[in-house]
């Protein structure tokens, strides 16, 4: 029993070693590692150096900084590519993305984060960085907002407890009363929108995705700077490609249609057939 324990122990500290660095940081010395895990230094160093034999982490022959291997690529790709939801969406995202010139991001939700399940860019919203396995704040994107709108108020305030939602912007919205509101447009109209509520310069529109029972599991939002989204000529037709879009991933997913579950109204409808890029831009 104690054997078993200490292995448990040992899994449950390499976990704590590779989550660290998803925080921002590439590339750690072993000090910051042991300090972010909360480890001693010689159980990280040991712990670091099964990791590295694994593939798991690599450690730079000249700086003696540890990032993540490569075989961490294989894990990733193996779980998105089961996914459901990254089955369903891959290929209408990239297309949309390619059309629009704009980002096109489908996350799903993870506790009280919008967690990233694919994103590509479009020529007008480039990134330095992979969206994919990132996380962002529910009550300050327009995905969050569209994951939250299956949700009572109850329950979304268990989610978000009083005090935590952070104000990342002057526009950020941070209270729950503020948020029911944003949540109740966002029932009504089919689609969630942000304008620099997480980073200024930046907006999204964003539309919920139903499974077979009519859950909202997934959202797809279209994102770029403010110039390239041009919001106040171009919602309502960036709404409707949106919503279009996530209803066709939805129909994969085995959704059936408001008709259906009730309660999932959209304002443009659900086809039965999942719409061509020509008809979306239409």
Known sequence: MAAETGSNQSVERALTILRVFTTGRPELRVSDIARLADLGLSTASRLLATLEAAGFVDRDPVSGLYRLGLDTVSLGAAVLNGHPVHREARQIAQNLAAELGLGVNVAVRRDSSVFYLLNFEGKHAPRSFALAGQRNPLHATGLGKSLLSGLVPGQRRLILPDGTMTAYTPRTIITHEHLDIEIERTVERGYGSEVEELALGRACVAAPIRDASGDVVAALSVSGPLSAMDLQNREETLARI?????????????????????????????SDEPPSIERLLR
Do not use: M, R, T
Request: no cysteine.
């Open 242 to 270: 949106v919503i279009e879009a996530a209803d066709s991933i939805s129909i994969g997913l085995g959704y059936l249609g408001p008709a259906y579950h009730q309660g999932s109204f959209s304002p443009y409808g659900i």
